[in-house]
């Protein structure tokens, strides 16, 4: 399909922050059981269902976790801040979520970072330059590609700001890295200028060089070959490493004829099931718009409403910053 020359259009804004917020929901029951685990229990993930952790407490099905929040407060911030990315009011939002119910899905990394940072109000500072990367850190990427999936593609300033969101708990190059990988694949199937099939090979190639570039090459042999995610995951592994989870989760949208064949493989293989069907779900929402999502995964989202009300004023602020929108009421 030819892509638009301005890029994403509303509609796949809606699909892709729906798209996220409907695979993490689907991985979030299941997030670090095996596939095996997976069959036993429920056969199949193809519908939503709850969770209880061992302290009893009781999670609704359809319910996103922290993959999504993250992302979502970026988005808010944006939204509110008028295109301006600011490190310290993300982070602000983040630390909110951090002082409640949502710390159970954080990562001991992210966590405690946003907790040192409570005291401060300085965000952007990580707790060091050289920690894990990991699959729900590398979701915030969804954010900033939506924002530089209008306009003319700026690839450095799309690595800036995917720097920006990272460093917020996270300082490492890889961690950098994996969340830039997100952002360049959810860029790439916004615009709708790169066919499906060369997802990884060209956001490999808009990367340069490191070992998130390195697999992503790799998975672009596995398309050719039509391999299936459960050989992909055979041999990349399934935990919680970004260098797992972000290039199978390309792999899932990429080689999904519809949404919901992008979410369910990703969410199925097991692992990091939350954060692999969050960015598989946004690159198959950017892809096939809100319309190509079935209404019954929408209907069931817990929080589909915030997110339906908050894409379109995400949307248009994205394109005010790209200088699509002149503001003739602005002095």
Known sequence: MAGNTFGADGEQFLGSLLGMAIGDALGMPVSGWSADRIRERYGTID?????????????????????????????????????????????ARMGFLAAGESKRWMGETTLAALNRASDTL???????????????????GIAIGLIHAVGTLNLPALTTDAELVTRITHGSPLAISATTAVALAIQFAGRRQVPAASLAS?????????????????????????????????????????????????????????????????????????????????????????????QGLIDHLEGRIYVSLAAPWFFRTARRRAGLIIDLTMQ
Request: with cysteine.
């Open 47 to 91: 519908d939503y269902h709850p969770k209880t952790f061992s302290d009893g407490a009781d999670i609704k099905a359809g319910e996103f976790t922290d993959e999504s929040e993250a992302a979502l407060c970026i988005v808010e911030s944006f939204t509110a801040n008028q295109g301006v990315l600011d490190a310290d009011n993300i982070g």
């Open 202 to 294: 060209a956001t490999a190639s808009a990367m340069g060089t490191g070992a998130i570039a390195d697999v992503l090459s790799a998975v672009a042999t596995y398309a050719e070959r039509d391999a299936s995610m459960s050989t992909v995951i055979a041999d990349l592994g399934d935990l919680n490493d970004a260098t797992s989870v972000v290039p199978t989760a390309i792999y899932a949208a990429m080689r999904a004829s519809s949404f919901e064949d992008a979410v369910f493989s990703a969410v199925n293989v097991g692992g990091a099931a939350d954060a692999r069907g969050a960015v598989a779900g946004a690159i198959a929402g950017a892809a096939f718009g809100a319309s190509g999502i079935p």
């Open 122 to 140: 300085v965000y952007g500072v990580p707790l060091d330059d050289d920690g894990p990367a990991t699959g729900d850190v590398a979701a915030r």
